[in-house]
């Protein structure tokens, strides 16, 4: 079993950074992909990164790329967001999550999920 703890949330300035984390107990021996997910009030739970199983291969939703960066150590069973030049419209709450997946944007595709840190960035 993959537990998954976000952490790095926080208020922000538009235009200003965050770097999310998320701490994954045996992530590296397993196969899974994992991902980012964001969820602001009142709209379903939205695609916003992932990496494939052994982090060679990267996904983002358009209105993320060039500004956010998915990463992993697998030294760390860490997970890393860097988020630049952030908007308003990036305010939610953030779920990394694990699983074997086929489809990198689908949340039902992914089995463990983290409890979700809040990012709030301010006009």
């Known amino acids: 079993q993959v537990q998954l703890v976000e952490s790095g949330g926080g208020l922000v300035q538009a235009g200003g950074s965050l770097r999310l984390s998320c701490a994954a107990s045996?992530?590296?021996?397993?196969?899974?992909?994992t991902g980012w997910f964001r969820q602001a009030p009142g709209k379903e739970r939205e695609f916003v990164a992932a990496?494939?199983?052994?982090?060679?291969?990267?996904y983002y939703t358009d209105s993320v790329k060039g500004r956010f960066t998915i990463s992993r150590d697998n030294a760390k069973d860490t997970v890393y967001l860097q988020m630049n030049s952030l908007k308003p419209d990036d305010t939610a709450v953030y779920y990394c999550a694990a699983g074997i997946v086929t489809t990198y944007a689908r949340p039902n595709e992914y089995k463990y999920w983290g409890q979700g840190t809040q990012v709030t960035v301010s006009s």
């Open positions: 990496l494939n199983w052994n982090g060679a291969r990267t």
């Open positions: 045996r992530l590296t021996s397993s196969s899974y992909a």
